[in-house]
């Protein structure tokens, strides 16, 4: 039981097919939840941390948490940072113990984000961390439909050979269609399988990484809006994407926004029923095992890395 690297983890899952959960984390309730359904499954993980999620838990809180989760169930868990901006918060991940970090350089030029990224991988991996980098912009939703918008956008398997070849980074995340939070697509769900043929067909032996990878649950968003939520139109990644998308080289698929709604939906659903209710225990605690049953389905049925410890 100890903090990982996705090492070993990504080179089974490209081997055989599947992928690996990496969930967001903000708080120990999320933790627990997530931790305890990788323990059920036996399931690698990685539990990762947004800027955003250091700022609101304060950074020692997320580590010491995330220590107490693998001291309490044995779980093996890699530690991430989701988003990393630039070199200085990669580096403080790395000298607080985490170990992976991502390099986000994908809102720069392309040799700027070279640049970037080697910086990062060269300090990362003197201290036996990996690194994870983006090349191309995720969709915006009025990109769907647009064939123009998806050339300018979606990552060019090209580049991304070139990229992997020049930086030295451990693995790759891409753009082929999806984007962040609960409105992903305005019509019909689309991912660009083709171009991700092409860059696995390219660097075999990358791991991908598939960010704005939630599926926006149903059951979550009827369940939230039945107990007063109001989140029209809500729209994700249909589940039966992931798992084909997992045969092309997706090693690593980023979920948050279906934690959010599984753990939102239930506290929602406890508080509605029990209005006289004001014990914080009494509605989070039913939302950490909601996220347990929902990460445990994931697991399962979406990642099929269910005993793949
Ligand atoms: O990719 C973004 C993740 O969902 C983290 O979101 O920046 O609100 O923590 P956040
Ligand atoms: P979702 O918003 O689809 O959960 O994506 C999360 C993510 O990509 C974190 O990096
Ligand atoms: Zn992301």
């Known amino acids: 039981m100890a903090l990982v690297s996705t090492k070993e983890m990504f080179a089974k899952a490209l081997n055989e097919d599947y992928a690996i959960g990496a969930f967001n984390v903000n708080n120990m309730e999320i933790i627990q939840?997530?931790?305890?359904?990788?323990?059920?499954?036996n399931?690698?993980?990685i539990l990762q941390v947004s800027a955003g999620a250091r700022k609101y838990a304060k950074p020692a809180y997320l580590t010491k948490l995330v220590e107490a989760a693998i001291i309490d169930t044995g779980v093996d868990v890699a530690l991430h940072l989701d988003h990393g901006e630039d070199f200085d918060i990669c580096k403080k991940c790395v000298d607080d113990g985490f170990t992976s970090v991502m390099i986000d350089g994908s809102k720069?030029?392309?040799?700027?984000?070279?640049a970037l990224t080697k910086e990062v991988v060269e300090y990362a991996h003197a201290h036996g961390v990996v690194v994870e980098a983006e090349l191309g912009k995720l969709a915006g939703v009025e990109d769907n439909v647009k064939v123009d918008a998806r050339s300018a956008t979606f990552t060019?398997?090209?580049?991304?050979?070139?990229?992997?070849?020049?930086?030295?980074v451990d693995s790759l995340a891409i753009a082929i269609g999806t984007s962040h939070g609960a409105y992903k697509f305005k019509g019909d769900p689309y991912l660009?399988?083709?171009?991700?043929?092409?860059?696995?067909?390219?660097?075999?032996?990358?791991?991908?990484?598939?960010?704005?990878?939630?599926?926006?649950?149903?059951e979550f968003v009827d369940r939230c809006n039945e107990y007063g939520g109001k989140i029209p139109g809500a729209q994700g990644v249909p589940e039966e994407m992931i798992r084909e998308a997992a045969k092309y080289g997706i090693c690593k698929v980023n979920i948050d926004t279906d934690l959010r709604l599984a753990m939102t939906a239930e506290i929602r659903r406890v508080l509605v029923e029990n209005p006289?209710?004001?014990?914080?225990?009494?509605?989070?605690?039913?939302?950490?095992?909601?996220?347990?049953?929902?990460?445990?389905?994931?697991?399962?049925?979406?990642?099929?890395?269910?005993?793949?410890?």
């Open 192 to 218: 660009d399988f083709e171009r991700l043929k092409k860059i696995h067909a390219l660097i075999p032996d990358t791991p991908l990484v598939l960010h704005g990878a939630s599926s926006v649950l149903k």
């Open 108 to 114: 720069h030029p392309f040799e700027e984000n070279i």
């Open 33 to 41: 939840g997530i931790v305890d359904a990788a323990s059920i499954e």
């Open 156 to 168: 060019d398997p090209d580049e991304a050979a070139e990229f992997v070849e020049r930086t030295g």
């Open 43 to 45: 399931a690698p993980l």
């Open 276 to 309: 006289a209710e004001f014990d914080p225990r009494k509605y989070l605690g039913p939302g950490r095992d909601a996220i347990t049953r929902m990460v445990q389905h994931k697991i399962k049925n979406v990642l099929n890395c269910s005993g793949r410890k």
